[in-house]
């Protein structure tokens, strides 16, 4: 198939986006795909629609290529209106299907999935609605709540609301502030005071005009994938220090992940079974990845939906597949084969 790896974009997780959109466009190669890396943003203005999937392709020089606009992508965005880069649309509109290794917001929140639908562009991953519910993590609460997938508890808090304490929200101390639509735990902060809080508030804010706070759960990490409706086998995540933010899911070293987690038959179908519903209904379709917490009673509660998970070989998706037997590559396939 002729495939293009879309990658890159705008979000606080290009430079993510970037690693896995490389290792992606190695392993569909290594299945024999006709595969090649375009940012989604900066494009490529000598890129040619008709000949791009011919011929050798230097993987290695598109990336260098790629990388090479991370300096100047605030500066790109104040300058244009046009959020594809050069070229994009027409080479995708060519392509059997495209790769979306994009993450977070101009990637993950539907917007490219609803113009890829009106231009006719096959994708990989969850369609416009299912994939704009599962980015607002406080829409994602709610249908939580009214469906039986247990959530902790919380309130979604608007930049222009007047502030008040944790305790007047109803959520007490200690607590989680997050950003309503923000990816790889990008402004996530754990209170445990007042003064924190307020300061939680202020930077989340900076980032977003809408937060989530919610009650702090105690215990152990965990993430289920859903691959075509399927769970995967449940991994546990346990950082080293403090939790799975930024640093600890991207530096080495500094979390252990244990797949299949050490958790007795009863609770790993249970949490299976909350990650497909969780699945069901936020819409989702192809694949997702259902974050969870269990506390020290053994309670579960979903905290989020990853509608385009990360997809090195040392991510979680790919770690659960691999105790499945399956390599990453042929993850890869089939994420393109079950988004047909």
């Not at 060519?94 to 993950?108: N, P, Q, R, T």
């Not at 300061?199 to 980032?207: H, I, P, Q, S, T």
């Not at 299949?260 to 699945?279: H, I, S």
């Amino acid at each position: 198939m002729k495939i293009v790896v879309l990658a890159g974009g705008t979000s606080t997780e290009r430079d993510v986006s970037i690693v896995s959109g490389t290792k992606v466009c190695e392993a569909l190669r290594e299945k024999g795909h006709q595969a090649i890396l375009v940012d989604v943003f900066c494009g490529k203005e000598s890129l040619c629609a008709e000949q791009a999937f011919e011929g050798a392709y230097d993987l290695s020089g598109d990336v260098e290529y790629i990388k090479g606009f991370n300096g100047q992508i605030e500066k790109m965005k104040a300058e244009r209106k046009e959020f594809f880069g050069p070229k994009v649309l027409e080479v995708c509109q060519k392509a059997d299907m495209v790769f979306l290794a994009l993450h977070g917001m101009c990637g993950e929140d539907g917007r490219i999935q609803a113009a890829f639908d009106l231009l006719g562009i096959p994708y990989t991953g969850s369609g416009y609605l299912g994939s704009a519910l599962a980015m607002d993590k406080g829409i994602t609460k709610q249908l939580f709540r009214e469906n039986g997938v247990p959530t902790p508890e919380g309130v979604v808090l608007k930049k222009a609301e007047p502030r008040k304490t944790a305790e007047e929200y109803g959520v007490g101390l200690p607590c989680v502030v997050k950003t309503s639509c923000g990816g790889s735990s990008v402004g996530v902060y754990i209170v445990e005071t007042e003064e924190a809080f307020a300061k939680a508030l202020e930077n989340g804010f900076a980032y977003e005009e809408k937060l989530v706070v919610e009650k702090y759960v105690k215990g152990r990490e965990f993430s289920v994938g859903v691959v075509d409706g399927t769970a995967y086998p449940v991994i546990e995540i346990a950082p080293l220090v403090g939790f799975y933010d930024y640093k600890n899911k991207y530096e080495p070293g500094s979390t252990i992940e244990t797949c299949p987690a050490d958790l007795d038959e009863e609770l790993t179908k249970k949490m299976q079974g909350y990650a497909e519903e969780a699945y069901r209904v936020l819409r989702l379709e192809s694949y997702a990845r259902m974050d969870f917490m269990m506390d020290e009673e053994g309670n579960m509660y979903c905290l989020e939906a990853n509608t385009l998970p990360g997809m090195t070989p040392t991510s979680l998706l790919p770690q659960e597949a691999a105790a499945l037997g399956m390599s990453f590559s042929d993850l890869c396939n089939k994420l393109v084969e079950v988004s047909c």
